[in-house]
């Protein structure tokens, strides 16, 4: 038996160093949680005093828009329609589910809890200052279609790329990237409303892929454990 013990191969390089580079749950709840605060306090500045940067793109939303930009930002228009936004997450679901299984198509419910902060942060917040002073109706802060695609996009995307996918990625990725303009260049929303949305959809995001990741850290850990017993046997 002591044999066969001492004769155990040691663990492969790479899972090593997977358990030693991971991150404890701490830290992926820190991450998130700041995220969330640099929201809330955002809010709390611009409720003050105007957030820099903002007044201009209001006025670059209130400008003319080219024929292939006013298209564009009709487009992620429609991507924050309630209709819209259901078709889009149950075919995800499907797409989750079908691809990664039923942990991965759960991860995205988690990952559209940002999509419901944001409705709870505008009902209890309102507007903001400037949005009032420019005589426009409903809520903008933070920015429902940025939340919405960076969560929610931002989580497929990562689910693609964990099974070598590229092309996919890559698209999500510039769609996530040109919401932010596209909302502001389409007069729905300024800079502030924009970075508060990235945020937001980033904390849930931080919380959705580490519940889907959670089963490989722990198998990674457990047999890390078991080769050091052996070992040390």
């Known amino acids: 038996m002591a044999a066969v013990l001492l004769e155990t191969p040691p663990a492969?390089?790479?899972?090593?160093?997977?358990?030693?580079?991971?991150?404890?749950?701490?830290?992926?709840?820190?991450?998130?949680?700041?995220?969330?605060?640099?929201?809330?306090?955002?809010?709390?500045?611009?409720?003050?005093?105007?957030?820099?940067?903002?007044?201009?793109?209001?006025?670059?939303g209130a400008s003319h828009k080219a024929w292939l930009v006013y298209k564009l930002t009709r487009l992620y228009q429609q991507v924050g329609r309630p209709l819209v936004a259901i078709g889009e997450v149950l075919a995800m679901l499907a797409w989750l589910w079908r691809a990664d299984g039923r942990r991965a198509a759960k991860g995205l419910l988690l990952a559209l809890l940002a999509s419901l902060t944001c409705g709870v942060i505008k009902i209890v917040c309102g507007p903001t200052p400037l949005w009032l002073s420019?005589?426009?109706?409903?809520?903008?802060?933070?920015?429902?279609?940025?939340?919405?695609?960076?969560?929610?996009?931002?989580?497929?995307?990562?689910?693609?790329?964990?099974?070598?996918?590229?092309?996919?990625?890559?698209?999500?990725?510039?769609?996530?990237?040109?919401?932010?303009?596209?909302?502001?260049?389409?007069?729905?929303?300024?800079?502030?409303?924009?970075l508060a949305g990235y945020m937001l959809g980033a904390a849930w995001l931080i919380v959705a892929y580490r519940y889907l990741i959670r089963p490989s850290f722990q198998l990674n850990e457990d047999h890390a454990w078991n080769i050091g017993a052996l070992e040390a046997a």
Do not use: E, N
Not at 31 to 48: M, N, Q, Y
Not at 168 to 185: D, S, Y
């Open 134 to 194: 420019l005589h426009h109706v409903g809520t903008d802060f933070p920015s429902g279609v940025v939340t919405f695609v960076t969560a929610s996009g931002g989580y497929l995307a990562m689910v693609a790329r964990r099974q070598g996918r590229r092309l996919m990625p890559t698209v999500i990725c510039l769609v996530i990237a040109g919401a932010g303009p596209a909302r502001i260049l389409g007069g729905q929303h300024v800079l502030s409303d924009v």
């Open 12 to 60: 492969p390089p790479l899972a090593r160093g997977r358990v030693a580079r991971r991150l404890p749950a701490s830290s992926w709840l820190v991450c998130s949680g700041a995220l969330l605060l640099l929201v809330v306090g955002l809010r709390l500045f611009i409720s003050k005093q105007a957030f820099p940067g903002d007044s201009w793109a209001a006025q670059i």
